[in-house]
């Protein structure tokens, strides 16, 4: 199975700081990577899909890019409602595999 | 709006069956893959199991092969895994998903996901 590291595994950033969360897939997955967003008690939630599409209705200062085993999630400007866990997931290679998470605290 | 909700999680012991099922409504579900993925207190998302619009192609996790199935019943927008043989590793909060695209096309991005119920293996 290929594996996803996420790094850092916990961030603590201010509101309006700009953040940078990295995934790295143990080998190439093209550009076959989705972030998610999770809250506690709550059900992820879909925010990029392949490595750079943003899904309806996920605020624009969210963003992904990369390709082949290195990819990054950035947020511009945090929010308020932005402050949770995020997982990266590779859909390049059965099984779909997701990264062990990064969890995004307020300073 | 588009709804999932599972039901049919509950405590078990070792060795035990139990059937979880995705309640749907909002889209076409007979249009779509569907998905089962698990996740264990503290830890990411595992994915379990997907079954195409209708049910004539099925994949599982290794971990779960033999023992868990999948099914669906597009007559009543429902999703179901059969889950026989539980272990302690099984225990999680399992969730359906659907995927992102309607259609023939497999592209295993969730979205959306239900709110998930919670199996617990415990002797």
């Known amino acids: 199975d290929i594996q996803m590291t996420q790094s850092p595994s916990s961030v603590s950033a201010s509101l309006g700081d700009r953040v940078t969360i990295t995934c790295r897939a143990s080998q190439g997955v093209s550009s076959w990577v989705a972030w998610y967003q999770q809250k506690p008690g709550r059900a992820p939630k879909l925010l990029i899909y392949a490595a750079s599409y943003l899904q309806s209705g996920v605020p624009s200062r969210f963003s992904g890019s990369g390709s082949g085993t290195d990819f990054t999630l950035t947020i511009s400007s945090l929010q308020p409602e932005d402050f949770a866990t995020y997982y990266c997931q590779q859909a390049s290679s059965f099984p779909q595999t997701f990264g062990q998470g990064t969890k995004l605290e307020i300073k | 709006e588009v709804q999932l909700v599972e039901s049919g999680g509950r405590s078990v012991q070792p060795g035990e069956s139990l059937r979880l099922s995705c309640a749907t409504s909002g889209f076409t579900f007979s249009n779509y893959w569907m998905h089962w993925v698990r996740q264990a207190p503290g830890r990411g998302p595992v994915w379990v199991s997907r079954i195409n619009s209708d049910g004539t192609i099925i994949n599982y996790a290794d971990s779960v092969k033999g023992r868990f199935t999948i099914s669906r019943d597009n007559a009543n927008n429902t999703l179901s895994l059969q889950m026989n043989s539980l272990r302690a590793e099984d225990t999680a909060v399992y969730y359906c998903?659907?995927?992102?695209?309607?259609?023939?096309?497999?592209?295993?991005?969730?979205?959306?996901w239900g709110q998930g119920t919670l199996v617990t293996v415990s002797s």
């Open positions: 998903a659907r995927d992102r695209i309607l259609g023939a096309t497999l592209e295993n991005w969730f979205d959306p």
